[in-house]
Nanobody, 122 residues
Framework: QVQFVESGGGLVLPGGSLRLSCLASGFNIDTYAMSWYRQAPGKERELVATVSTRARRTNYADSVKGRFTISRDNARNTLYLQMNRLKPEDTAVYYC???????????????WGQGTQVTVSA
């Protein structure tokens, strides 16, 4: 059974950093592009960043370019998101997923983990 377990969220001051992790199980991530999504209160889930199968390509939402870095460890079946210079508008629940469509376009599997809460506040 496909499962995603996200971790690493927390409360951080504006300008701070966090590193999120996502452990996938039930399938091998090395055949999928992988993405991070986020959902803020009252808003739709949005695609934040995508990394190709061998990490040769990445794609980021304009709102996080230059601040977030997506990476993966296929041997550990794990996805990461390094978030620097965090802003209050980055506050959301963050989720990971595998992509099934064109690179850079959201086409996630129909499975979602619990997500990890990131709160940026003074």
């Amino acid at each position: 059974q496909v499962q995603f377990v996200e971790s690493g969220g927390g409360l951080v001051l504006p300008g701070g950093s966090l590193r999120l992790s996502c452990l996938a199980s039930g399938f091998n991530i090395d055949t999928y592009a992988m993405s991070w999504y986020r959902q803020a209160p009252g808003k739709e889930r949005e695609l934040v960043a995508t990394v190709s199968t061998r990490a040769r390509r990445t794609n980021y939402a304009d709102s996080v370019k230059g601040r977030f870095t997506i990476s993966r460890d296929n041997a550990r079946n794990t996805l990461y998101l390094q978030m620097n210079r965090l802003k209050p508008e980055d506050t959301a629940v963050y989720y990971c997923n595998a992509e099934t469509g064109i690179f850079g376009r959201a086409a996630p599997l129909n499975y979602w983990g619990q997500g990890t809460q990131v709160t940026v506040s003074a």
